[in-house]
């Protein structure tokens, strides 16, 4: 099952902006959007952001997801060291009838 | 405090079978669809099934087709990985995620437990 793409990294000095990108096409990215995942070395997966941009409960507003047609975006504003991780996105493919995720993206703060 | 714990984890021979528990506490386990993930050693994410709240709905990623089964017991707040015909490439930490559904959509994996490790190999 075909994934999305995201770029495999990321580096922004700190106190930046970051603009992670997620490209799928009109059955998954383009039809619901997509939701967004933090995940530190050695730890589960945090969800940033639901499919409809809006964030879970605790998730501080310097995370903003987007989405134009079938790309998907999530931008981290005035970045901090512990921002530092993978960024996956997800969602749901109605042909596939699957999850898809992207290779995520290693976010690197300098 | 709403948490998910996975169990059931180990070594296992290529061709033989594992089950993966996944116990749910802290919110009402029987109103949510609950999915399968796993993440291989050094690699990204990759879901692997999906269940809906009774059950009667179930999804597969191709490679675990006729292999994996998941299933629930929403009176013992439970999920369930019957994994079959293991593969050195099942070898993963395997995540159970509940999903977030808004107006029939699934819209995230809101609640993730740590995680258990399986490796497949003689």
């Known amino acids: 099952q075909a994934g999305l793409t995201q770029p495999p990294s990321v580096s922004k000095g700190l106190r930046q902006t970051a603009t992670l990108t997620c490209s799928g096409n009109s059955n998954n990215v383009g039809d619901q959007g997509a939701a967004w995942l933090q995940q530190h070395q050695g730890h589960p997966p945090k969800l940033l952001s639901y499919r409809n941009n809006n964030r879970p409960s605790g998730i501080s507003e310097r995370f903003s997801a987007s989405r134009s047609g079938n790309t998907a975006s999530l931008t981290i504003t005035g970045l901090q060291p512990e921002d530092e991780a993978d960024y996956y996105c997800s969602a749901w493919d109605s042909s596939l009838s699957a999850w898809v995720f992207g290779g995520g993206t290693k976010l690197t703060v300098l | 405090e709403v948490q998910l714990v996975e169990s059931g984890g180990g070594l296992v021979q290529p061709g033989g079978s594992l089950r993966l528990s996944c116990a749910a506490s802290?919110?009402?386990?029987?109103?949510?669809?609950m999915s399968w993930v796993r993440q291989a050693p050094g690699k990204g994410l990759e879901w692997v099934a999906l269940?809906?709240?009774?059950?009667?709905?179930?999804y597969y990623v191709d490679s675990v087709k006729g292999r994996f089964t998941i299933s629930r017991d929403n009176a013992k707040n439970s999920l369930y990985l019957q994994m079959n015909s293991l593969r050195a490439e099942d070898t993963a930490v395997y995540y159970c995620?509940?999903?977030?559904?808004?107006?029939?959509?699934?819209?995230?994996?809101?609640?993730w437990g740590q995680g258990t490790t399986v490796t497949v190999s003689s």
């Open positions: 802290g919110f009402t386990f029987s109103t949510y669809w």
């Open positions: 269940i809906k709240q009774d059950g009667s709905e179930k």
């Open positions: 995620a509940r999903e977030d559904v808004q107006y029939q959509t699934l819209n995230g994996m809101d609640v």
